[in-house]
Structure formats: C-alpha cells, structure tokens
C-alpha cells in the first residue's frame, strides 16, 4: 500500500512497540478530545490511565500483534486474539474466532488507509490460521461513524451492548 510518506509495511508487533502504540492511543485521545468526544476513550491520556500501560505491553506480549510502519516509523497498530477481552459483556463466538482487540492508527497519517490495511492483514492473518471468523467490539456512539468503518472493510453489526454507559457494538466478518 502506499501513502504520500512511503510504503505501508506491516510486520509483527512485539513489546518494543509499546511507547509508540501508546504515543497513538495517547493523540487519540485529544484527537477526539479536540472534536468534542470525550465519551469514547475519557480525557486522560491512555499512558496516564491506571493500567493503561500495563494494558498496551500485555496486548504486545500475550496476544498478537502487528504494526504499521511508513518510513520504518510505526503509524499503526492492530492487536489480534483468539475471543472477546473477559472485561467487556460480550459472549463467545461458538466457533474458533480471531477478535480484533486494538486497531490505532497515527491521527498524523489519517485518511491513508492504515486501519484499513491493517483489518485486511488480520482477514488475510484469520484466514491463514484456519479460521473462518474475525470480530471486533467498538464504541458505537457518536453517531456511529466507527461502526460505519468498520461495516465499509467488510464487517457486519451483529449484536449491541452496554458496557456501563458505554455504548457498544459487536461486528463480524467472515474470511473463510
């Protein structure tokens, strides 16, 4: 894939890739801070949060990542694991499933199509592994502009929740 900075190479994340996948999730926030959202992810910085780091290097090291680079520099990552995190109220899939637990991407490099890119690699990363299904849970306020992402690289809504206040939904996509 290629972007006005260079190709888009997505390659195995590891615990390394910590700082810079919560320098993300951290210009995430005030991104959507700045736009009015303060309900999707609060208005800490996602580093400051109580376990929030402790969260990110987990997700590097006992799931399965991958980052985005452009230039050698990360502008995304995308965290894969094998069912929904036991936190939010969501039940297994029935079937041998891959879920989307983290998918970031660099505010800097928007509209480049780096979620994109990555949510084909997890497709094309479920599919290699024999399995047939691939499911991401996400905040579906807002007017539901993440939820229309997520149905535009070939997702389907099948099922809404509330965590808390948080409103949430289930989305699923068949790779197989």
């Given at each position: ?23 993300m999730?951290?210009?995430a ?55 929904p ?60 502009e ?18 808390g ?12």
């Amino acid at each position: 894939m290629n972007d006005t900075t260079g190709t888009i190479r997505i390659r195995p994340g590891n615990p390394h890739d910590a700082p810079a996948v919560l320098d993300m999730l951290d210009a995430a926030v005030v991104w959507m801070n700045d736009r009015g959202n303060t309900e999707q992810w609060g208005t800490i910085p996602y580093s400051r949060r109580s376990g929030g780091v402790a969260r990110v290097e987990g997700y590097l090291s006992e799931n399965v990542p991958f980052v985005a680079e452009s230039d050698g520099a990360p502008v995304g990552a995308l965290v894969l694991d094998s069912g929904p995190s036991p936190q939010m109220p969501i039940a297994p899939a029935g079937e041998p499933e891959r879920y989307v637990r983290l998918l970031i991407s660099d505010r800097r490099h928007a509209g480049r199509g780096i979620g994109a890119a990555l949510l084909l690699h997890a497709a094309e990363e479920t599919r290699r592994a024999g399995v047939e299904l691939l499911r991401v849970d996400c905040w579906a306020g807002g007017g539901g502009e993440l939820v229309a992402f997520y149905e535009r690289n070939g997702f389907t809504p099948t099922e809404s929740f509330l965590h808390g206040e948080w409103p949430g939904q289930v989305l699923a996509r068949r790779v197989g």
